[in-house]
């Protein structure tokens, strides 16, 4: 069906004589809140080492790197993944929070509702928090030999740590 505006006017008359304004408004807010929510759910998608890396890149202008070109500071590393982990996820939430507010009513007792979803939203926070530190720490160690830094940054040449080196025998 192509959109002209007679098709739009009709439209417009069915949705109001089917809902009211302010279902109609409730109905904009919600569609509104959903496509913020996917349009940062897309474009934070795709974490990748090669991303991790970069966000890294950005944030430092000196990288310390191992002669064979592992990197010192790993886990400042973990931490840039954690945190673009815990973005995605936030992102995922929002949509969803968003989508299934749809079907849902406010309950009469707000005492009881406060303190449920305080309870739910510490444990959806320790949880994701467990689960972004497990991802963080599964992309292996990173050697910049692998990648080409970004405009601004520089890696300086670091000598092994005297500790690791002897742990390593």
């Known amino acids: 069906m ?13 949705l109001i004589s089917y809902f009211t304004i302010s279902e109609i408004l409730y109905m904009l807010a919600l569609t509104f809140q959903l496509t913020a929510g996917a349009m940062l759910l897309i474009g934070n998608k795709g974490i990748s ?3 991790i890396v970069s966000d890294y890149c950005v944030q430092h202008r000196a990288i310390r790197v191992y002669p064979n070109g592992d990197l010192k500071d790993y886990e400042e590393v973990n931490e840039v993944a954690k945190k673009n982990w815990m973005n995605q996820l936030a992102f995922f939430l929002l949509f969803f929070g968003y989508l299934i507010s749809i079907f849902g009513e406010t309950p009469q007792n707000k005492i009881v509702v406060f303190v449920i979803v305080m309870v739910l939203t510490m444990m959806l926070l320790k949880i994701f928090d467990i689960f972004t530190d497990f991802v963080s720490k599964s992309y292996g160690q990173i050697n910049f030999n692998e990648f080409i830094l970004d405009k601004g940054s520089m890696a300086i040449e670091v000598p092994e740590d005297r500790e690791e080196m002897l742990s390593k025998k």
């Open 2 to 14: 192509i959109a002209t505006s007679s098709n739009a006017e009709t439209m417009v008359t069915m």
């Open 49 to 51: 080492k090669k991303k």
